[in-house]
């Protein structure tokens, strides 16, 4: 089987370079697997643009991060188990915060809703359990932020995917197994 490496700057189309330039002012360095999605510079900006546009929905950036480290366990995704601890404790939760939402609960009501339904929507390939459903409605939530949580989960499907087919090196600290 083909070794999928991770791109220099150097190696990928001056599109790709451009993007890979604002992910160094944005983030400080370009993360492998955002690298390795710059292969194509298509893929590349329609996650990014996706990424950015689901940044100014009705999620909040810790309801996003819940959303993607749910979604990252469930797919058994180490690059974004290990990438997303690290932005959700940034984010304000704490270590054992984020092994609760991996583990598929928390203590916070709303919290709980969506993870609790971004969980069924993985895991049963988009059709979630109706009192996933219900508790996701009954915490407040409307059919535009359904339509939103999809985006959440495709954008965390995306990565996790990429990483599964290209194994590339996980460069940031590894994520606390689960028990």
Do not use: W
Request: hydrophobic content about 40%.
């Amino acid at each position: 089987m083909k070794t999928i490496t991770v791109p220099t700057h150097d190696q990928v189309s001056a599109g790709s370079q451009v993007l890979f330039d604002f992910l160094q002012r944005r983030m400080g360095k370009v993360p492998n697997l955002y690298a390795t999605m710059g292969y194509s510079e298509h893929a590349l900006k329609a996650f990014l643009d996706l990424d950015e546009t689901l940044n100014k929905g009705v999620f909040t950036p810790k309801e996003r991060e819940a959303v993607s480290l749910i979604v990252s366990e469930i797919n058994g995704c180490a690059y974004c188990l290990a990438g997303h601890t690290v932005a959700a404790i940034r984010r304000g939760f704490t270590k054992e915060e984020t092994l609760d939402i991996r583990r598929g609960q928390t203590s916070d009501a709303k919290l709980n809703a969506i993870i609790q339904i971004a969980a069924s929507i993985s895991q049963n390939k988009g059709h979630a359990e109706e009192s996933a459903l219900d508790a996701f409605y009954e915490a407040g939530f409307d059919e535009g932020a359904l339509m939103e949580l999809v985006g959440l989960i495709s954008l965390r499907v995306f990565t996790n995917y990429a990483f599964a087919l290209t194994q590339i090196p996980v460069d940031f600290p590894t994520a606390e197994p689960i028990n």
